[in-house]
């Protein structure tokens, strides 16, 4: 498949003995997400047999049943968790996991800490669309102040996450921020995420319009996809602006790239030594 | 050509918790993750020597012990024997990933040590409060494999039946024992290669393409290549179809639910295991499970000595229930005493069998203290 494109590519790694059509809305952007994902693997040449799946539950979590890997479709919030077991068990197989912004830093908050902090050596691709997409549109930790959702009726009031900074904190070995407007540019931060040895994050700008645009001012999905090529600035660009003119801008790039190997390795390593190995 | 010498048995004194680890590895476990809680830790602490020493073996400290089970449910999809082991407060923690291995049908094996309860409880006391929890803990109906141990070699054989019976069913399995067994140090057995059976999940034979992961078998067992093998197939803890897939039509979600129960109830002969003492003339008999059953297996003696026709069925196995085990015994005996570490959960289950058929006396206590032989005693000798 040397030179296949776009849709023909996808094609090829799409489940053909899946029921389709998916359960995606019109416009939303975690199709584009999948659509960078495959490019991605397909980028790096890795064989379907060596790439496992993860994913959280969630309008994200169903992006898995969709393609021809090794996929597991786990419990909310705790798709790093299968996923540790997996590398530990296999470190040779390329374990990518995809969570929303409430499966990943709600439900999931301890986990993906600790995912970072213990430096596994897995890809986390976090769908942030600041809104619980799958349960109707519920205020999620990445809601921003005063936006309207199912729950914060009034607006939110409560203040958000950074996701890249709070993996950053955690000590993530690749921490990278980009939008499925810019998917020339996902596209190569998931590729070097999935090449990084230890814990990658790769924190995705993705539009609700069904959950979230309609109640907060956008008239169509088009309108969504605007605001983030708008919004979604490269990070030097987003620290030359003052403070108090960044309003909606989010600064996106790569804020972490070390070479930290992952647990898995430290642990095999120290297992040959264990078992008279040099 | 010489006969080989028969290998002599190797006799150690050990925590019931190390027993436990023993016998895991002997059934092929090379995977622990988990979180410490008394009274369990021991065999967390144990396993994070030995595992790096075994080749391919692994182990995990996770944060919590949602991530230790979550973790072990990975492992196991990737073809590990896999073990974690808690008491109660995480137990309960671990109750919708148990319902998730039962409806993936992924092998796995929970030790949990129980301590007195509710909540934090009684950290380092024994109690037998978790039996129904084993049960019914997590939401949804599906059958489960719960078993028990009384003393520190049962710990042994009975973990290495637990992986056996989860590998054999595709199962996640539950293993109670009480604060008392856990940290009772005895001399016991570590039985030869040769000596017990060791049964590892069955692996498909026929090509990727023509492979359906949930798919209905002779045995209702569908077979479980390992991630990463060539086999590429969905897993979801959603319903799902025989290829793995998300289904909410009726008669695909009724033969899934269906499957799973049949799988292991038409079983029940291989997964009911039982101890019978003196049963077969008794006029009175115990029904116990865990250290009460030690408690109980002397009392029995004790009664036979002063001429009570006394018996003891002893369970290994809590759930399914062992009805048929159950109702043999009440052929003969005219009272069934029921002697827990609880207010009745497994006397419940003695009742519902007996249907008003002969007297059910229980003994229940709950101050974080063993039932005595003299206790039991005193009720046998009087009914
Ligand atoms: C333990 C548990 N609590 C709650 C839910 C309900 N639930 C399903 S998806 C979801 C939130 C999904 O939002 P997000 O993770 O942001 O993903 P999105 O749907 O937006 O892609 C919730 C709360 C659940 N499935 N399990
Ligand atoms: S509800 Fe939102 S996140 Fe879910 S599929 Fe629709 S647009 Fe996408």
Redesign the pocket.
């Known amino acids: 498949m040397a030179d296949i494109k776009g849709t023909q590519l996808i094609h090829e790694y799409l489940r053909h003995n899946k029921k389709f059509p998916h359960?995606?809305?019109s416009?939303?952007?975690?199709g584009i997400v999948l659509g960078s994902l495959i490019r991605s693997i397909h980028g790096l040449g890795l064989s379907k047999d060596d790439v496992c799946i993860v994913a959280g539950i969630?309008?994200?979590g169903r992006l898995a049943a969709y393609v021809d890997f090794n996929t597991v479709h786990t419990c909310h919030g705790r798709a790093l968790t299968f996923a540790t077991g997996i590398k530990m068990a296999k470190p040779g197989m390329h374990v990518i996991v995809v969570m929303g912004d409430g499966d990943s830093m709600a439900i999931g908050g301890n986990h993906l800490i600790h995912a970072a902090r213990r430096n596994i050596g897995v890809t986390a691709l976090i769908l942030n669309?600041n809104?619980y997409?799958?349960t109707g549109?519920q205020c999620s930790p990445t809601t921003p102040a005063g936006a309207n959702t199912q729950t914060t009726p009034m607006g939110q009031m409560e203040q958000s996450f950074d996701c890249a900074k709070l993996c950053t904190a955690a000590g993530a070995n690749y921490v990278a921020r980009g939008s499925v407007f810019h998917v020339k540019r996902l596209d190569s931060m998931i590729m070097e995420g999935i090449m990084n040895p230890g814990f990658g994050v790769v924190e995705i700008m993705t539009?609700?319009?069904?959950?979230?645009g309609r109640k907060n001012g956008f008239k169509s999905p088009v309108d969504m996809f605007h605001a983030l090529k708008k919004n979604v600035i490269q990070s030097d660009r987003f620290d030359a602006i003052p403070e108090e003119e960044r309003g909606e801008k989010v600064p996106s790039g790569v804020f972490v790239k070390k070479d930290t190997p992952g647990l898995e390795e430290k642990f095999y390593e120290m297992a040959a030594r264990c078992q008279g190995g040099s | 050509m010489a006969r080989p010498k028969k290998k002599k048995n190797k006799e150690i004194f050990a925590l019931g918790n190390e027993a436990v680890v023993e016998g895991a590895l002997l059934a092929g476990c090379d995977f622990y993750a988990g979180y410490p809680i008394t009274p369990s830790s021991e065999i967390m602490e144990i396993m994070a020597q030995r595992l790096p020493k075994i080749p391919n073996g692994s182990f995990v400290q996770m944060e919590d012990e949602i991530g230790g089970l979550g973790a072990v449910i990975g492992a196991s999809l990737a073809g590990r024997k896999a073990l974690t082991a808690t008491s109660g407060p995480g137990f309960s923690l671990m109750q919708e990933h148990i319902g998730y291995g039962c409806i993936t049908e992924t092998p796995l094996v929970i030790v949990n040590v129980m301590r007195g309860g509710p909540s934090t409880g009684l950290p380092t006391s024994p109690a037998q409060g978790d039996v129904q929890q084993a049960r019914w803990g997590t939401h949804g109906d599906h059958s489960i494999i719960v078993l028990s141990a009384s003393n520190v070699q049962e710990c042994l054989e009975m973990t290495i039946e637990a992986f056996n019976l989860a590998e054999k069913y595709r199962t996640p399995v539950i293993l109670l024992i009480d604060e008392i067994t856990a940290h009772t140090r005895e001399k016991i057995t570590i039985p030869n290669e040769d000596e017990f059976e060791v049964f590892n999940r069955t692996l498909p034979t026929m090509p990727p393409e023509w492979y359906k992961p949930y798919e209905e078998t002779v045995r209702g067992v569908p077979p479980m290549p390992a991630i990463g093998s060539g086999y590429r197939f969905h897993v979801t803890g959603l319903t799902h179809d025989v290829n793995g897939f998300p289904t909410s039509r009726p008669d695909e979600v009724r033969e899934l639910n269906e499957r799973l129960f049949r799988k292991i109830d038409q079983f029940l002969h291989d997964v009911q295991i039982v101890e019978e003492i003196d049963t077969e003339d008794a006029e009175v008999a115990v029904i116990a499970y865990g250290t009460v059953a030690r408690s109980a297996e002397l009392a029995v003696k004790q009664a036979r000595d002063l001429g009570v026709k006394a018996g003891l069925l002893k369970l290994k196995t809590l759930f399914p229930y062992p009805r048929k085990a159950t109702e043999k015994l009440m052929y003969r005996a005219k009272t069934i005493i029921v002697p827990e570490m609880n207010m009745g959960q497994i006397s419940r289950e003695v009742k519902r069998v007996n249907n008003g058929q002969v007297s059910v006396r229980t003994i229940n206590k709950v101050d974080g203290q063993i039932i005595t032989p003299a206790e039991i005693l005193k009720v046998l000798t009087r009914v």
Request: glycine residues 24%.
């Open positions: 359960v995606f809305c416009g939303c952007g975690h969630g309008c994200s669309n809104i997409g799958m549109g539009p609700c319009f069904t959950q979230y």
